[in-house]
Every structure is written in structure tokens, then in C-alpha cells.
């Protein structure tokens, strides 16, 4: 994991290509995250294969509920040779959930996005393929979303277990 | 010398007294009770109803059907170690069409329930179901949107339970499930669950045949043709 | 083109291309709908396969069908209680999902785990390990019409499920490693058990060998079938023996050693060519360095606690609580509530079977998570399925199914 200094080195070299692309560095017990601005997504993640993170371990998505911006995508990242990992993150509102896809340059994303689709309801632009992965293909709702309601059944006891008549 | 006179057909369990019945019988000279009990004691007399069930229940082809870790815990008991071989199941057909024994072992999702539903439905009369493991019985250790139980859409003979159930308790609830078929013909359970001729029937040949328009059953439905 | 998510279910179904296929004259093709019921597809996995004859020119994955929703239901569970939801996921290597989640839990707590728990989840992730690859040995057999390999497998298997069943009283799914170490300390027999069984059974692996590394028929269907190379394999996000099988030498355990594994000595095992017979023999080989690991993890065993002593986190043994109040307290508290996390996010990876297995664990401090997410490796690798059976036979796409080891419960969680 590039430590602090490391982190805030490459977030200065991303500000330096795109000034509003980071809007935020983290860095957590000993792993490094950056926080980027949607449309920077792409940017950032070829700027970090040209820096070694050529493999892009997990697409997955976040929900920040009740925080807004509401729905986040995470993009772990690989550096195989020194084996060094940073995440990548962004976040979307649910009225405008456009994240550029990176499946173009990083075949590995098409499955993740489309889950992180089907789960939350985060819409790639430019996906090759975008549609529900898991749910079935008329399903409503993004299941994953934290008010989304777990469903299930009720659990039955004694007082609410409904009579069966006796035949 | 005393010359002891023998019964002819007296006890069974002694080889001599059967030997010169049998030769009596070969001569005709056994009377009516002694050739009552000499029937009695060498055929086996039963219903045809019986006899069927005895071929049924020792002759399952269980459906290869395994959703998830039961369906491992299903292998394990086809392996060696709880040889299900034993009792003569071990023939597992690829197709519902020759099957007779359908083993949901595993969760079932809302994705594979109707899927389950028409490999249920492919299969020809009679048929048994057995809901192994907790998730297909009762949603198992997952209560939430994607999981449903095997009962809600389809009739189940036999829940066993477990998370995933030893390989010994399936092959118990196995064969309780041949106990059932032996013992119990009538199945009494199938008209509440609308389970009689849950066959796959073409919806050409519902229009014509009125004997057909019983295939298709929706659990609770009353019988149309009965 | 953005799809918007109330496009009408129809339209959306038309919307679905099959990719463009190049064909030469008026060849037709067939639509080849495979599963989800099918005795070959390791669970419940659809395929499109589009064929010309019997040449596959595109196959098309269709998962979601034991979609379990376990993360979602994780979020509604106590960090404890998420151990069991989550060792269901990738249904063959639980003792993984079950580290991958533990560890995630104990980066964002800071607790260390004591050496002789790291020792003890060592020895059952390496057991695990050969079990799941002896799974793959037997239905990868069935697949290929080897019917004794399956039955010889199983034969094994059942022995490291004793082993298991020894020290949790679960064959599968055994809840045995908890947040801080591990559920219980080994009963006395285990060690010689393990012993029995390590010691028997690389003559059990020199017989499976022998029955199936020169077999003619193996060779000629797996020899120089599906190999994809290293780049494009990179490029999907494949991770584990495929990647090995093409030269790779990445593997976790060696590379970002966690749970003590830098203690041990053992070699990755790495192929040449990348095709069905390099991922065969790599996880043969792998199941010998996972058994020289487990005797080191024996042989070393430290003395020690087998939970972390944090009676904030890990419950406080039974005689405690007949004499002090505080461990009553704690008790009370991880039971009915449960242990607080800080919030934060830590995503934890580790070696399975099958790849790399990360967890994705976000707190935000309360006593449930916010989010788990199972990076699981056979998600992932099952991109790589359609280069691997690019305009190779349906019999080669069945043997290929077999060698890439998908679980359906990792894929569709």
C-alpha cells in the first residue's frame, strides 16, 4: 500500500492533469484511497496503470445512505510487481447515477459493473453490455440499496401464526 | 419296531415333512386343508397396489439436481462412505424425463423457482420431491428478498433438515421417504397441494382433450375434471 | 448507449446482442441453450452458446440463479453473525470467505490475532484448500467421463471432513473462525489425525496421478485446448491456478503474506502454456504444497490462546463468567449486541482456491456492518470463459468448464 506521502504524491500528479478530478485522499489502516470525481474515473485509472496498478482487482459499489452523495463505486487496484494496492473511489446522487464505464480499457469491469448496476442502480455510460446480472431481467428495484427493504417472510409465532380452519 | 405315521403337511420348518408334501403334491393326494396350507406357506399373495410400491420404492432415479453445498453433501452421499448405491439409488438421470425422485438440495432462488417448477412438471407420474437442507424447506439461514421455499410453488414429500444435512441424515430421509412409499400408497397430501397429474401438458392438447385439462394445477385449486 | 432502469423488460430482452460473429458463406447457426438444470455446469450456471455444428462461436454466461442475497442480509447481522451468512457464499472453501471477512473485521478493529490461532486457521485453510481442489479433481473426472476419479475424490474428501468435523463438530460450513482467532482451541486426537492424514495421502495423490497425468484420453482433451495467454487473462482480472497455469507466479501467499504464512515453506506451483492440462497439473501440485504446509503449521504449533484476549471483541471463557462481573458484562454485551467497529472501510484479500477472495467491509460504528462485499475469484474468472472456448468444440467447452472451477454460490452470492 503507498503510504501517506506516496498516496498524496499521486493525488497531486492527478490534480496537476485535471485540477477538479481528486476531491479527497484517505488513507485508512495502512490502505490508500482516493477520491475522484465520476468523470475523472477513466483518467485517473489509466494515470494509475501508467504509475504500475495494472490490474484492476474488484468493481464494486457502496451505499452511503442517508450521506449524499448517495450511491459510491470502488475500484481496487493492483500493483502486481511491488504488490501495492489503492482504491479508487467515486460517488453518485441516485437522480444522476452516470458513472463513465472502464470496461473499455479494463475487460475485467464488464461483470463487476453490471452487478453494481443490478444492485444499486448505478447506470455506466458506455458499457458495452449494461443489464441486470443477478435479479431477473423484469425485476424492480436495485436490491442492495440501503432502503431497500430485505423482504423475506415474517417469522411465525404463536400469537401471529394465522389458524388453519379445521376440515 | 415302532412305526411312527408323520403328519404330511405338518411343520414347515422341517425339511422332511416338506419333502413328502411336496412329493404328495406331485402325486395330487394333498387334501383341501393340507393343500390350503401347502399354498399358503410357498406363495406370496398381494395387491397389485403393494407390489408396485415395493418396485417404486427400491427403485428411485433421483433427478441430478444439486443448487448448492447440498447438492455437495448429495454427492458425498453417492460416494463411498454412505454408498446410497446400497439401496439402489444410485442411478441418477440427467433428465427429468427419467426421473423420478427430484432432490432440491440447495437454495432456492426466485430466479430458479420456475425453472424447478418445470423440471417438477417434466417429470412423469409417480414422483417424489424431497426439500433437502434448511433453505429449500424454510428459507434455511437466509430470510430475504431473493430466497423462497420449495413449498410455496411446488408440493414436497419430505423436508430434511440440516445446514447442509450429513450425508447420513439425507440417506435417512431417503429412505424414510421409501418407508412412506412402501407403507402409504395414497398420498393424501397431493389433493390439498393440487399435486395429481403434474405433467407438462401442451396448451394444443388441453383444448381438445378434456381428460388433459387436469394438468396443469395450481396449489389450493379444486380439481376441475374430478 | 445508457440504458435507463424502467426501460420496458421486453425491449431491454431485444436489446441483447450476441456479439458479432464472423462466419464465412451461409453457415447457420444454432442457439444452444445449456442449463441452468445440466449435469455439467457445476451448479446453476446458464449458457448461451452459439454453434456452428459443433464449433462454439460465442457463449454467452447467464448467473444469478442461487442469488442468496447474502450481502444484503449481512447488513441486517451482527459482525459475528455475518460469519455464518457468509461462509455459504462460495460453498466449497468456507473456511476462505469465513478469513476474508474475519480479517477485514479485525484490520478495521486493530486486534491482532495470537500466532497459535494464526496457526490453527493455517492448518484448516490448507485442509480446506485440498479438499476443494480434490472436489474439482472429482467432478472435473465426472465431466471428462473418469467416473472413478469422482468416487476416489470424494473418498478423500470425506477423510478431511473427519478432520473438520474433529474440530468443530461441522463437516461444512463450520463457523470455526471468529473475529480474533478461532471458536475453540483443537481437541486432543486432531493433531494425530492430521497426521494419519498427511501422511497418507500423497501415495493417494501418486495414485490419482498415475490413474490420470499420461491417461491418452486425458491428454488429447486437455493438451493444448483453451489456453489463453497471460495478458488477456490479466486483463480480465483472473487471479489463482488459471493465472498460474499460463507462468504467473502470482499467489497471495507468497506475495502479501497474511495469518502467518510467510512462516511456512512451500513453492507456487506454476504451468507453462496456460491450456486445460497446466491448470490440471497446477492444482495437483498445489495439493502437495498444501499438505507440506500443514505439517510445518503442526510441526510449529505455538502454545497460546486461540482467541484474542479483548473480551470486547472475543467472548470471555465459561468459568469466567461464574467469578467476575466485568466478564458478565461483556458477555451480555457481544451477545445481545455485539462488538462496535470504528467506522471505516478496509477491503482484506486472501488466496482461495479458485483466485483472489477480498472482502470489502464497511463500518460505519455501529454493531452491524454497512457493507460487505465478497470480491469472489470465480466471478471474475468467469469472464475469461468465453476466450478459453472461442471456436473450440462443445466437448472442449465441457472440460474447460470443469478445469476453470466456477462455484456458482461465489458467482452469484
Avoid at chain 3, 457445476?42 to 447467464?62: A, M, N, S
Avoid at chain 3, 510441526?299 to 467472548?315: C, F
Wanted: glycine share 8%; proline share 6%; charged share 25%.
Amino acid at each position: 500500500m503507498p503510504d501517506a506521502t506516496g498516496l498524496e504524491l499521486i493525488a497531486g500528479e492527478l490534480r496537476d492533469a485535471d485540477a477538479e478530478a481528486v476531491l479527497g485522499t484517505l488513507h485508512f489502516r495502512g490502505r490508500a484511497t482516493l477520491l475522484v470525481h465520476p468523470d475523472a474515473v477513466v483518467g485517473t485509472l489509466e494515470h494509475l496503470r501508467g504509475r504500475g496498478f495494472n490490474f484492476l482487482a474488484s468493481v464494486h459499489g457502496v451505499d452511503y445512505f442517508p450521506e449524499e452523495p448517495r450511491l459510491g463505486v470502488m475500484y481496487e487496484m493492483l500493483d502486481m510487481r511491488t504488490v501495492d494496492r489503492i482504491s479508487v473511489k467515486t460517488r453518485v446522487h441516485t437522480e444522476h447515477p452516470h458513472v463513465p464505464s472502464v470496461t473499455p480499457g479494463w475487460p475485467t469491469a464488464d461483470l463487476q459493473e453490471r452487478e453494481v448496476y443490478d444492485m444499486f442502480g448505478v447506470i455506466f455510460s458506455g458499457h458495452p453490455d449494461l443489464r441486470r446480472s443477478h435479479m431477473p431481467e423484469d425485476y424492480e428495484g436495485h436490491p442492495q440499496r440501503r432502503d431497500f427493504p430485505i423482504g423475506g417472510e415474517p417469522v411465525l409465532y404463536t400469537h401471529n401464526e394465522p389458524r388453519r380452519e379445521p376440515e | 419296531m415302532e412305526i411312527v405315521r408323520r403328519e404330511k403337511v405338518s411343520d414347515p420348518s422341517d425339511f422332511r415333512s416338506r419333502q413328502l408334501s411336496a412329493a404328495s403334491m406331485m402325486r395330487g393326494e394333498l387334501d383341501d386343508e393340507q393343500l390350503d396350507q401347502y399354498v399358503e406357506e410357498r406363495v406370496l399373495t398381494t395387491t397389485l397396489e403393494k407390489a408396485a410400491n415395493w418396485a417404486r420404492g427400491n427403485a428411485f432415479m433421483p433427478a441430478t439436481f444439486g443448487l448448492a453445498c447440498c447438492a455437495i453433501e448429495m454427492m458425498a452421499m453417492v460416494g463411498s462412505r454412505v454408498d446410497i448405491a446400497r439401496f439402489g439409488f444410485e442411478a441418477f438421470r440427467a433428465s427429468p424425463r427419467q426421473a423420478d425422485l427430484l432432490i432440491i438440495s440447495g437454495r432456492i432462488s426466485i430466479k430458479m423457482a420456475p425453472v424447478i417448477r418445470r423440471i417438477y412438471d417434466q417429470m412423469l407420474e409417480p414422483k417424489w420431491a424431497i426439500a433437502m437442507g434448511a433453505c429449500s424447506s424454510s428459507q434455511g439461514v437466509f430470510n430475504n428478498y431473493a430466497i423462497v421455499a420449495a413449498d410455496k410453488f411446488m408440493p414436497v414429500d419430505l423436508h430434511i433438515p440440516g445446514c447442509p444435512p450429513r450425508p447420513e441424515a439425507l440417506a435417512h430421509g431417503v429412505l424414510k421417504l421409501r418407508n412412506k412409499i412402501l407403507s402409504q400408497p395414497d398420498q393424501g397430501w397431493r389433493s390439498r397441494y393440487g399435486g395429481q397429474g403434474t405433467e407438462e401438458v401442451l396448451e394444443s392438447e388441453l383444448a381438445g382433450d378434456a381428460n388433459a385439462r387436469h394438468g396443469i394445477n395450481v396449489a389450493g385449486e379444486a380439481d376441475p375434471s374430478a | 448507449m445508457a440504458l435507463t432502469p424502467d426501460i420496458d423488460y421486453r425491449e431491454m430482452e431485444k436489446s441483447v446482442e450476441l456479439s458479432e460473429i464472423q462466419h464465412g458463406g451461409d453457415d447457420e447457426f444454432l442457439t444452444l441453450n445449456m442449463g441452468p438444470h445440466h449435469p455439467a455446469t457445476h451448479g446453476v450456471l446458464r449458457l448461451l452458446t452459439t454453434l456452428e455444428g459443433e464449433v462454439v462461436r460465442d457463449v454467452k454466461p447467464i448467473i444469478g440463479y442461487v442469488h442468496t442475497g447474502i450481502e444484503k442480509t449481512c447488513e441486517d447481522k451482527a459482525y459475528w453473525k455475518v460469519i455464518p451468512i457468509v461462509e455459504r457464499m462460495d460453498y466449497l472453501s468456507y473456511y476462505f470467505n469465513a478469513l476474508a471477512f474475519c480479517g477485514a473485521v479485525e484490520t478495521l478493529l486493530e486486534v491482532d490475532v495470537p500466532p497459535r490461532a494464526q496457526y490453527l486457521r493455517v492448518i484448516h485453510l490448507e485442509l480446506n484448500r485440498i479438499a476443494s481442489h480434490l472436489i474439482w479433481l472429482a467432478t472435473g473426472g465426472l465431466d471428462l467421463g473418469a467416473m472413478s476419479v469422482f468416487w476416489y475424490g470424494w473418498r478423500d474428501r470425506d477423510q478431511i471432513l473427519d478432520l473438520f468435523e474433529m474440530s468443530s463438530g461441522q463437516r461444512m460450513h463450520t463457523r470455526y473462525f471468529q473475529v480474533g482467532g478461532v471458536m475453540e482451541d483443537i481437541p486432543s486426537g486432531f493433531e494425530a489425525a492430521v497426521r494419519r492424514f498427511t501422511s497418507g495421502f500423497p501415495t493417494r495423490l501418486d495414485q490419482f496421478e498415475d490413474l490420470i497425468d499420461k491417461n491418452e484420453i486425458v491428454l488429447q482433451r486437455l493438451r493444448n485446448v483453451a489456453a489463453v495467454d497471460e495478458q488477456t487473462l490479466l486483463g480480465l482480472g483472473v487471479t489463482g491456478p488459471l493465472l498460474r497455469a499460463t507462468g504467473n507466479p502470482f499467489d497471495l501467499r507468497k506475495a502479501a503474506p497474511y495469518c502467518s504464512y510467510d512462516h511456512f515453506d512451500f513453492k507456487i506451483p506454476v504451468g507453462t502454456v496456460g491450456d486445460n492440462y497446466d491448470r490440471y497439473r497446477v492444482r495437483m501440485a498445489e495439493m502437495r504444497e498444501s499438505l507440506k504446509i500443514v505439517e510445518q503449521a503442526l510441526d510449529g504449533l505455538p502454545e497460546g490462546a486461540y482467541i484474542t484476549e479483548n473480551r470486547k471483541i472475543a467472548l470471555p471463557p465459561r468459568h469466567e463468567l461464574a467469578t467476575s462481573m466485568e466478564a458478565l458484562i461483556h458477555h451480555f454485551k457481544l451477545v445481545t449486541e455485539g462488538f462496535r467497529v470504528p467506522p471505516g472501510e478496509v477491503y482484506y484479500p486472501i488466496e482461495s482456491p479458485r483466485g483472489e477472495l477480498g472482502c470489502f467491509v464497511r463500518s460505519d460504528g455501529s454493531a452491524k456492518p454497512a457493507r460487505v462485499h465478497m470480491r469472489d475469484p470465480s466471478f471474475v474468472n468467469l469472464q475469461a470463459f468465453k476466450p478459453m472456448v472461442q471456436d473450440l468444440y462443445i466437448a472442449d467447452l465441457i472440460a474447460t468448464l470443469a478445469m476453470l472451477d466456477p462455484i456458482l454460490g461465489g458467482i452469484d452470492r
